[in-house]
Each structure stands twice: as C-alpha cells, then as structure tokens.
C-alpha cells in the first residue's frame, strides 16, 4: 500500500512539474505586447510610432480654400435684401507696372517711318547713334507700319510697341530698352464693396484666375498680354459708363425625397397660386421656373420640406456690369466637401428695354469641369426670382454605383438684382429707401 502511494506521489510530482515546465514555455513563447495588429505588414502596437506615406508637395485643401472674398461672397441677408439699390459712381484707374526708368527727355523723334518691321527691328532702327539697346525678353513676331511725323521719344516707343502689342521697359543704368510679350498692372479699385465685386467677377468671367487682390487699399494687380489688357479696360469703360450692374443672391440645394418617388413641382401652383408662378423654361437637363416675391427661400424651403429633406449645400452673391459675363463656383461657398462641388453657375445678363419694357434679360448656365449641364435663357421682371429644379444628383455621381436616391436633385434659387449707378455728386442718401412703384419709377427716369 506505500509503495502505491509513493508511486502515486511522485507521479503527480512529475506531473505538477510537467504542467509547470510547459507552462513556462508558453509564457516564454507569448509576445512581448497583449495587442498587436499587423497592417500591410507593418506592426503597430500601443508603442509604435505612427508611420504616413510620404505626400506630394501640394498645397493642403484648406489652404487652397482660404480667401478674403468669402466673407463678402458667400453670406446672404435673405432678411435685408434689396432687390434694387443705388450706388455712386467712382473712378477706376488701370495703370501699368514695371515700365523701369524714364526715356531720354532730351530725345525727339521727327519724320520716322517703318514698314513690314518687327517692333525690335523698328526700335532698332530708330535708336540708331544712340546709347540704347533694345533687347527681346521673347522672339516678338508682329509686324507695324507707321510713320511719326513729330513727336518725344517715350511717345513713340509707346506707339510703336503698342501696334505690335508688345511692351516695354527701359533700364537707365544699363541702357537697354527691354521688350516683351506680356505686361503687369494694377488696378485702383473704388470705395463701394458692390462695384469691387462686380469688377472682379467680370474679371472672373473673363477667365482672369490670378488676381492679387488688396483689400486694405482697394487695389488689384494682374498679368497677361495685350488681349488682357484690352478685356480689363473695356470691362472698366462699362463699370464706369454704364447705368446699372445686375446681382444675384443664390441658394443651393440638395434634396432627399422622403419616398421612392420624385418631388411633385406641380404642387408648386396650388400651394402659391398659378399668378405666382410666371414662367417655366425648360432645360436640356432641369427647368427654369420664374416665380413672384411670394416664393423665396424660406416659403421655397417649406414647400419642399412637405416632401422631402433638404440640405443647404452652398450659398453666396455675384455681381456684373450689364452686359458682361460673370460665375458663382458652388464649391467655392461650400459648407462641406460634397458632389455638387464642381458645379459652376455662370450668367449673363442685361437691364434694359425688353419689347418696350423693363426686363433682365439673363443666361444661366450650369456647368462642371466635364462640359455645360444645362442653360436656360430667362427674361424677368425686377423683384421676380429663379427656381432651377430637376437636376438629378446623380449628374455629379463619378462612381458606378452610390447610395444617393435616384430621385435626388439640385435646387438652385436665384434672386436678381438691378444696382442704379448714378453720378457721384448725385444725393443717394434715401435712394436705398425706395421700394415698390417708387423705386420702379426712380429706375424709368
């Protein structure tokens, strides 16, 4: 019976040993850390050192967002809008930078003629005896024939150089007249926000991105070459000879119907009336609705909220001479990242006699970086507002499949107004005041 017991004994000695001996290769075998992921065969445990792949050298988004502008641009006082307001009128000044030194005063031109010459080779010919050399920047093809009968020298170098639209620059010190293609200038903006903004986004509309705008002395400079120069100084002739500039206030929507079915925009004329709704302008994509003052955004809102969800995806203002062209950039004024982002609303539009009334004669395009939406011409009466609807949210989907509902849409609202520029002496003091049939009237004189 005891030598059961000690066999019984150390068995179970040589099991606890047992047990032990591999329960400290188990402890030895188990990692260092209790949590560890491995991600693209990288380890990252609770003391790893987060690890980027390295980014191209591209300004971050939020730089490239930053602008002065937005503030002015993408707020709306829907409560204090005035759809016709009266502005005096201001001198704008273009001047050319970087033109160097002054010529020789002392240097007359008489009796010089060119022809079928090169700019360089007619300064060249006409700076014959002299100290001055003249030097292309960049080979100038244009060719000019003239004759200068009298006249000083900085004269006829700024003639000649214009007719080959080139410009130049003289550097006394070494004496070389320096010619070129393109040219700098800065432009001295006036005192009132509305005609600073409708002068940069004529500018806009013109395709004229680089602009060094400062807002602290109301100044902006730019580059370009001679057509540059011509757009810029005929957009300034209008701002300063014309009687009014056109505005528009815009709100941007996206929709989410609450059912698998479309937003029913015939229940826009029982709920506001047929005489509320003017005119409806049919798009390739969409369609334009002219509607009454009754139907504005927050009357436009509670109709389409009866349906669906709405979400506010961009809001904003632009102005334009009469006449000119300018852009509105959805994503510009953004509230976030979305699809609609890439979308640019364009307009063109006049304030006028219109078969022998009053009209805003306008185009709206809806555009994005692939090619034109939709366009819609659209004459309207002041104090009418636009209503584009029945662009599918799907137009900006680039995936081939998304979880928005087919039957999203863009809204976009569009509330236009007439800016009267009267002379700058003139009393505008309680011009702004004017509503209704007195300010239609102020407009008629």
């Not at 150390?10 to 099991?15: K, Q």
């Not at 020298?153 to 214009?162: C, G, N, P, R, S």
């Not at 990242?337 to 009053?358: F, Q």
Request: aromatic share 8%; net charge negative.
């Amino acid at each position: 019976m005891k030598f059961f017991k000690n066999i019984f004994l150390g068995t179970l000695c040589f099991s606890v040993l047992a047990g032990c001996s591999l329960l400290g290769k188990k402890k030895a075998e188990q990692p260092l850390f209790d949590n560890v992921t491995v991600v693209e065969e990288t380890v990252i445990d609770s003391r790893s050192v987060p690890i980027f792949p390295k980014k191209a050298a591209l300004t971050t988004d939020t730089a490239r967002r930053f602008s002065i502008e937005l503030p002015m641009r993408c707020e709306v006082d829907w409560n204090n809008q005035s759809v016709v307001s009266v502005v005096p009128s201001e001198k704008i000044e273009m001047v050319r930078l970087g033109v160097g030194d002054p010529l020789p005063g002392d240097l007359k031109v008489s009796d010089y003629e060119f022809k079928d010459l090169t700019v360089k080779r007619a300064l060249d010919k006409l700076l014959e005896g002299t100290d001055i050399a003249v030097v292309e920047n960049e080979a100038l093809y244009e060719k000019i024939t003239g004759t200068i009968s009298a006249g000083a020298l900085e004269d006829a170098v700024e003639l000649m150089t214009k007719m080959g639209r080139a410009y130049y620059s003289y550097d006394a010190h070494n004496g070389e007249l320096r010619l070129t293609h393109r040219g700098k200038w800065l432009i001295k903006m006036p005192q009132n926000q509305t005609i600073i903004m409708a002068l940069l986004d004529a500018m806009h509309g013109a395709d004229m991105r680089n602009l060094l705008v400062d807002w602290a002395d109301k100044t902006v400079v730019f580059e370009g070459n001679y057509q540059t120069e011509r757009e810029v100084a005929k957009i300034i002739a209008d701002i300063s000879g014309k009687k009014y500039m056109l505005a528009w206030d815009i709100d941007v929507y996206r929709v989410y119907p609450r059912t698998d079915n479309p937003i029913v925009w015939m229940n826009l004329l029982p709920a506001f009336g047929d005489k509320n709704v003017k005119m409806s302008i049919p798009g390739v994509v969409g369609r334009a609705l002219v509607v009454g003052p009754e139907i504005n955004t927050k009357t436009l809102q509670e109709f389409m909220a009866q349906q669906a969800n709405v979400v506010l995806v961009s809001q904003g203002t632009f102005a334009i001479p009469n006449g000119w062209q300018s852009r509105f950039d959805i994503g510009q004024c953004g509230r976030e990242e979305r699809l609609e982002t890439d979308l640019i609303v364009g307009a063109t539009g006049t304030y006028g006699d219109y078969a022998g009334r009053k009209k805003i004669d306008a185009k709206i395009v809806l555009r994005t970086s692939q090619g034109e939406l939709s366009s819609f011409n659209i004459p309207s009466s002041v104090g009418d507002n636009y209503v584009i609807v029945g662009i599918p949210t799907h137009s900006f989907v680039t995936t081939p499949e998304t979880l928005i509902s087919p039957f999203a849409e863009l809204v976009v609202f569009m509330s236009p107004r007439v800016v009267s520029v009267v002379d700058g002496m003139a009393d505008v003091s309680g011009a702004n005041e004017l509503i209704g049939d007195a300010l239609r009237d102020f407009l008629n004189e």
